[in-house]
C-alpha cells in the first residue's frame, strides 16, 4: 500500500498571504489528522476528520481550517498568515477506529516571510 | 495543560548499550500509547504501542513498558545502534475521543 502524502512538500508565503495543504491517507483510512510541528515542541493538534466531518479539534485559532472529502483525501487551510505560522505541517491517517496506530506522511515545510 | 511530558530533552549513549526514555501522562482516560522516531524534515515513524491492558510490549530490540498506577512509560532499546539518534515522540489515545496527544520529544544520540 502507499505511504500517507502530501503536497506540497515546501511553501515559501508571505504574511497575510493564505495557504492550502494536501494530504492523501493510506488507502481505506477514512481518518485524517494534522498536526503543526515548530522548533523544540512536539506535535501539536490541530484537527481531526473522519468521513467528511470534523472529529476533533485543537486549540489554534480560527485562522486554521480544515476539510475532508469524499475519498478521504483532506486540505488544511491557513488564512491571514503570520510569522509564527512557520512550522512543519504533518498529517497522519488511520482506519477511524480504536487503538489503532496513526501513519504519518512526509509533512510540507511552511515558511512565511 | 502538557498532557504528556518527555521530560529529558536529550540523552546520550553508547553504541551497544541500552537506551532507556520515559513519557509521563496525567490523563487517565488515556488506554492506548505509542513511541515514534523522527529525523528531521520527516514525518514521524511508528515504532511500537501498548494498550492499557498490558503493562509490557516488546518488538525486536524495542520494548515499551507501561505503569498505569504511576501514569508511565518507557521506551527501551538495546542494544543501541548509531542509527537510532533521532528525536523519539511518545503519545497517548484515548478511544473515546480518538485523539492523539504527543509529547515533546527526546533526542538520542547513539555515540559509535
Known amino acids: 500500500k502507499a505511504g500517507v502524502t502530501q503536497t506540497p512538500r515546501y511553501l515559501i508565503k508571505t504574511r497575510g498571504q493564505q495557504v492550502t495543504l494536501s494530504c492523501s491517507p493510506i488507502s481505506g483510512h477514512r481518518s485524517v489528522s494534522w498536526y503543526q510541528q515548530t522548533p523544540g515542541q512536539g506535535l501539536q493538534f490541530l484537527f481531526e476528520?473522519?468521513?467528511?466531518?470534523?472529529?476533533n479539534k485543537g486549540n489554534f485559532p480560527g485562522r486554521f481550517s480544515g476539510r475532508q472529502f469524499s475519498n478521504s483525501r483532506s486540505e488544511m487551510n491557513v488564512s491571514t498568515l503570520e510569522l509564527g505560522d512557520s512550522a512543519l505541517y504533518l498529517c497522519?491517517?488511520?482506519?477511524?477506529?480504536?487503538?489503532?496506530?496513526?501513519?504519518f506522511g512526509p509533512g510540507t515545510r511552511l515558511l512565511v516571510l | 495543560d502538557q498532557q504528556v511530558k518527555q521530560n529529558s530533552p536529550s540523552l546520550s549513549v553508547q553504541e551497544g548499550r541500552i537506551s532507556i526514555l520515559n513519557c509521563d501522562y496525567t490523563?487517565?482516560?488515556?488506554?492506548?500509547f505509542l513511541w515514534y522516531k523522527k529525523y528531521p524534515a520527516e514525518g514521524p515513524t511508528f515504532l511500537i504501542s501498548i494498550s492499557s491492558i498490558k503493562d509490557k510490549n516488546e518488538d525486536g530490540r524495542f520494548t515499551v513498558f507501561l505503569n498505569k498506577s504511576a501514569k508511565h512509560l518507557s521506551l527501551h532499546i538495546v542494544p543501541s545502534q548509531p542509527g537510532d539518534s533521532a528525536v523519539y515522540f511518545c503519545a497517548a489515545c484515548d478511544s473515546g475521543t480518538y485523539k492523539y496527544i504527543f509529547g515533546t520529544g527526546t533526542r538520542l544520540k547513539v555515540l559509535a
Open positions: 476528520y473522519f468521513s467528511e466531518t470534523q472529529r
Open positions: 497522519a491517517s488511520t482506519p477511524g477506529r480504536s487503538q489503532e496506530t496513526q501513519y
Open positions: 490523563n487517565s482516560m488515556f488506554d492506548y
